[in-house]
């Protein structure tokens, strides 16, 4: 048998696929149904999740982001999608789609075109009746979106062949409990939160693209900081402006990282105080300032990603704004 391989676009460390660039009508790409099709309904279903590394500026790092396996209805092989709530939207990379029509030419039909005029970035393309199969959870819309020109083409596909053909965002959320077991590697979706869970929550905001946003405090000042865990490797990064309003000690990291097709540096320093996040304290945690000026959404202060939270469970109540830290 030949080993699988698993064919994968470039994952964007630092920024995922930051819906900050999207202009989208929440009345469309965001109505996904969700499916719990569990023989249980009654307990928490788990579905697993599985991390990527990577190697950058020479250095290897670990748990570099975190993807979903998943299948599509006409597509055999396996897939992953990655699993990024700094992304608005969920949705299919049309490069990596598109190479699969010398396999099935019949998936060149789910891409249409809306009608009309609108504001969409992606030229208007979207994916007709999307259904994405995932643990015990099915996930169906009618207007699913389609990230114009991203994702990597793929020559000579073999069923052995994982696919990672597109992005779990924010949106498929929408109205849900989302729980992400880190030490566990699986994540739940919930209409309500367990009774088990609903200790110290604390109040978070969502913005306009239902992106989470967290409280923070430190030297007496409060902050907001969106959670994105796509930006999986960094425990806290700010823009370069910002840096001082959480550390001034002097910068002992610097890692070149490639987000839309660009490389640049982050440099991470360390925050010797105790700040509190999300209703938790921690100390002695790396900050990094992001010099590109890209990827800090707007009106936060900073985004907060996996590493800070890999030994936890966490709880994020869409519908109630309730956000936890088990």
């Not at 092989?77 to 990596?96: A, H, K, P, R």
């Not at 088990?196 to 913005?207: G, R, S, T």
Request: net charge positive; proline share 2%.
């Amino acid at each position: 048998m030949k080993k699988m391989k698993i064919l994968t676009t470039t994952i964007l460390v630092i920024l995922g696929l930051c819906a900050a660039f999207f202009l989208l009508d929440n009345t469309s790409y965001s109505n996904w149904d969700i499916e719990n099709n569990s023989p249980n309904k009654t307990e928490i279903s788990w579905t697993k999740f599985t991390w990527t590394n990577q190697t950058l500026s020479g250095k290897y790092y670990e748990k570099t982001a975190m993807l979903i396996p998943c299948k599509i209805e006409g597509i055999e092989n396996n897939l992953t999608f990655q699993f990024d709530l700094g992304s608005g939207y969920t949705g299919i990379y049309e490069n990596t789609y598109s190479s699969l029509y010398s396999v099935n030419p019949e998936l060149k039909t789910k891409i249409k075109r809306l009608k009309g005029k609108t504001q969409f970035w992606n030229k208007n393309k979207y994916f007709e009746n999307l259904k994405l199969q995932f643990g015990n959870y099915t996930a169906t819309n009618k207007v699913a979106y389609v990230f114009k020109d991203y994702g990597s083409k793929i020559k000579d596909i073999n069923i052995e062949d994982t696919i990672h053909l597109g992005t779990i965002g924010a949106d498929i959320f929408r109205n849900k409990v989302l729980i992400i077991d880190y030490p566990n590697k699986q994540f739940a979706i919930c209409e309500k939160t367990p009774e088990n869970y609903k200790e110290n929550l604390i109040d978070m905001e969502l913005d306009k693209n239902g992106k989470v946003i967290l409280p923070m405090k430190i030297h007496s000042k409060n902050y907001k900081i969106m959670f994105d865990n796509g930006s999986s490797l960094f425990p806290l990064i700010t823009s370069a402006k910002n840096i001082s309003n959480f550390s001034n000690s002097p910068d002992i990291d610097t890692i070149q990282i490639s987000s839309w097709g660009k490389t640049h540096g982050v440099t991470g320093k360390i925050i010797k105080d105790t700040f509190q996040l999300a209703g938790q304290n921690y100390a002695n945690v790396k900050v990094y300032a992001n010099h590109s000026g890209l990827g800090i959404a707007k009106n936060t202060d900073g985004m907060v990603g996996n590493a800070l939270f890999w030994d936890n469970t966490i709880i994020i109540d869409f519908k109630n704004k309730k956000f936890g830290i088990k």
